[in-house]
Nanobody, 121 residues
């Protein structure tokens, strides 16, 4: 059973920083893409940032220049450094990973349980 566990959320003031971490546990052969998504109350879940196994990144326009995604493949962990936070960044942040349990397994999409980020003005 593969699980993704997020940590690092909290309440901060506008302009401050937070770093989210997402660690995968359980038997996994490899992860392909990993990423972060967020969902504000009453809104759909949107992509924030993604990173491939080779380190290529992609960001939502709203966070470019402020957020940085990174990963540690040896630890099966993905991070999201969030700087210059704004009230509109307030949301539940979800970790996402696409992986194979065995080399011959199909790709499975995994989600974390979410961590709340609240930015006050």
């Amino acid at each position: 059973q593969v699980q993704l566990v997020e940590s690092g959320g909290g309440l901060v003031q506008a302009g401050e920083s937070l770093r989210l971490s997402c660690a995968a546990s359980g038997r996994i052969f490899s992860f392909n893409n990993m990423g972060w998504y967020r969902q504000a109350p009453g809104k759909q879940r949107d992509m924030v940032a993604t990173i491939t196994s080779s380190g290529s990144t992609n960001y939502a326009d709203s966070v470019k220049g402020r957020f940085t995604i990174s990963r540690d493949n040896a630890k099966n962990t993905v991070y999201l450094q969030m700087n210059s936070l704004k009230p509109e960044d307030t949301a539940v942040y979800y970790c996402n990973a696409a992986g194979r349990r065995l080399s011959v397994s199909p790709i499975t999409i995994y989600w974390g349980q979410g961590t709340q980020v609240t930015v006050s003005s």
